[in-house]
């Protein structure tokens, strides 16, 4: 037996604050019989599907707080002709997404919908347009759009208020993919249309149980709307004193006792979220780690190598990251560690130069501040991209150079043996970069 769906008014009662939801006038729209395009029996299935749920449309939209912070809510009812979009649910959305710009609140879509009502034809498939540009106008507002999809989440309602949110949980088990069951290849993978699959596709950025869903949507709502006004580099966590060499600062940084991002992370905040995937199909969990914290009360944006080499998908992440922040005018940290861009056959084909020149350009051009700090590799281009023109710091187990000594030795036709040598030449260490201008020196 299939587990029952929650409706639109208990999962509203899951996720928002006790008694605090307001639902928000329905605009008052006055349809031909059996809809726009007289669709035989459409005003009978409507009165159906009201007289089972209780409701009037397919959606519900209201103002409520959630974990403290308050919030517009829109909660789709599956049971109210598939939680499909016509021309009163564009109405609805419209005005709730008009309310939030008004009143400056972030939107929660809670969706549940196998698309666009057939039964309305065209007019129906044209809200997808309205709903897309109150996201847009919303989205350039500044304001947060936090989506949970839940079963089903199909057709055009996850291709706009799904996967078009800036951030995307689901819960468990859901089906979420833009072709719903019966329309999808009968030898299609199933597999392949959950919300497990999307997290791993990096369309969506984590699973969540209905049990935390409340306290999860809390705390990304906190963060999204309390922004610190800078982001402080972090305290060195490893060794103190400066390396004697350029090769004595490679060997430091590629040593494995030397403080990672995670630790620099652990220490920096207090609670913090993590974006998943770079909404292109990739994910680089083991090259960085991006996300939203909590640094003395307030909230600082990061974006951190792990110590390996950077794959596209990583680089695509961190771009998503930053320009999420500066939407929110939300400071971001950065922290450099990787050998290099992965420079592989497979990097190439997912588009590793254009990637990293996307970050270098989000970078660039972000309008709230980035602080940079240099926690091991410091690799050529790979690393250069992530890191912030006249506000990089370094720590004393780091190098930074325009390319590694290893290979730079290669470029120059030396022998290996020569690398130690190359590398001392290159002046990568430390008091080597800050004499240089590269890095800011003083205290942390």
Do not use: C, K, N
């Given at each position: 037996m299939p587990e029952r769906r929650p409706s639109a008014r208990e999962i509203l009662a899951l996720v928002a604050d006790h008694d605090t939801f307001d639902e928000l006038p329905h605009p008052d729209r006055q349809s031909r019989p059996d809809g726009p395009i007289s669709w035989p029996g459409y005003d009978t299935s409507r009165a159906r599907a009201a007289a089972r749920t209780g409701e009037e449309e397919s959606v519900i939209c209201g103002t409520a707080s959630v974990g403290g912070t308050r919030a517009v809510l829109i909660a789709f009812e599956f049971g109210f002709l598939g939680?499909?979009?016509?021309?009163?649910?564009?109405?609805?959305?419209?005005?709730?997404?008009?309310?939030?710009?008004?009143?400056?609140?972030?939107?929660?879509?809670?969706?549940?919908?196998?698309?666009?009502?057939?039964?309305?034809?065209?007019?129906?498939?044209?809200?997808?347009?309205?709903?897309?540009?109150?996201?847009?106008?919303?989205?350039?507002?500044?304001?947060?759009?936090?989506?949970?999809?839940?079963?089903?989440?199909?057709?055009?309602?996850?291709?706009?208020?799904?996967?078009?949110?800036?951030?995307?949980?689901?819960?468990?088990?859901?089906?979420?993919?833009?072709?719903?069951?019966?329309?999808?290849?009968?030898?299609?993978?199933?597999?392949?249309?959950?919300?497990?699959?999307?997290?791993?596709?990096?369309?969506?950025?984590?699973?969540?149980?209905?049990?935390?869903?409340?306290?999860?949507?809390?705390?990304?709502l906190r963060l999204l709307t309390a922004p610190a006004e800078s982001a402080p580099p972090p305290a060195a966590l490893g060794r103190t004193d400066l390396p004697a060499t350029g090769w004595a600062a490679v060997q430091r940084a590629r040593s494995p006792e030397r403080p990672r991002a995670q630790a620099y992370l652990a220490a920096y905040f207090t609670e913090r979220v993590e974006i998943g995937g770079d909404r292109c199909g990739g994910r680089d969990p083991e090259g960085m780690l991006c996300g939203f914290g909590t640094h003395e009360g307030r909230t600082v944006a990061y974006a951190a190598q792990t110590g390996a080499a950077t794959r596209p998908a990583g680089y695509r992440t961190a771009t998503r990251l930053i320009r999420l922040a500066d939407r929110f005018g939300i400071p971001v940290l950065t922290l450099v560690d990787t050998p290099g861009a992965a420079n592989d056959a497979e990097a190439e084909r997912q588009g590793a130069g254009a990637s990293i020149a996307e970050l270098f350009t989000a970078v660039a051009t972000a309008r709230t501040p980035v602080t940079t700090l240099v926690i091991g590799e410091g690799g050529s281009g790979g690393a250069l991209a992530l890191a912030a023109p006249g506000n990089t710091w370094a720590t004393p187990d780091s190098y930074f150079s325009v390319i590694a000594p290893e290979p730079a030795a290669a470029i120059l036709k030396r022998p290996p043996e020569e690398a130690e040598a190359t590398a001392n030449q290159l002046r990568i260490r430390p008091q080597d970069l800050a004499e240089l201008g590269v890095i800011r020196t003083g205290e942390q």
């Open positions: 939680g499909s979009l016509g021309e009163r649910t564009g109405d609805r959305l419209e005005a709730a997404y008009v309310h939030a710009r008004a009143h400056r609140l972030p939107v929660v879509p809670l969706v549940a919908t196998g698309g666009s009502r057939m039964q309305e034809g065209m007019l129906a498939l044209t809200q997808l347009q309205r709903v897309a540009r109150q996201s847009a106008l919303t989205r350039e507002a500044g304001l947060p759009q936090i989506a949970v999809l839940r079963d089903p989440t199909t057709g055009g309602g996850w291709a706009t208020l799904g996967a078009g949110a800036d951030v995307i949980l689901a819960l468990p088990g859901a089906q979420v993919g833009f072709a719903g069951s019966r329309v999808r290849p009968p030898d299609a993978d199933p597999a392949a249309y959950t919300a497990e699959a999307q997290v791993a596709a990096g369309s969506a950025d984590a699973l969540v149980r209905p049990g935390e869903l409340r306290e999860t949507l809390a705390l990304w």
